[in-house]
Nanobody, 117 residues
């Protein structure tokens, strides 16, 4: 499965951004990870085919993940952004909910999100 992510950019703290990821085929679990400079890649949010979702504690209540199974796409709506959300965001696909990087079988190219204070 190939993944194409888009939607990153520069936003002020408190603002919103919407990331989108399109998969070339059907995939059971989709999600997002992020990696800030000098840090390890970390889990952000994931969703399975039925729509069940889960989030990292750091983004709960601010980020919302959704998917359109007819288009094989996943959306990450990011609200109330903070400077610490600044990172490269990576779309991920897995045979289950991709909450762990080791479970991911396909990665999209990173899309940069920069939140200014």
């Amino acid at each position: 499965v190939q993944l194409q992510a888009s939607g990153g950019g520069l936003v002020q703290a408190g603002g919103s951004l919407r990331l989108s990821c399109a998969a070339s085929g059907r995939t059971a679990g989709m999600g997002w990870f992020r990696q800030a400079p000098g840090k390890e890649r970390e889990f952000v949010a994931a969703i399975d085919w039925s729509g069940k979702n889960t989030y990292a504690d750091s983004v709960k209540g601010r980020f919302t993940i959704s998917r359109d199974n007819t288009k094989n796409t996943v959306i990450l709506q990011m609200n109330s952004l903070k400077p610490e959300d600044t990172a490269d965001y990576y779309c991920a696909a897995s045979t289950r909910m991709p909450t762990v990087a080791a479970w991911v079988h396909s990665w999209g190219k990173g899309t940069l999100v920069t939140v200014s204070s």
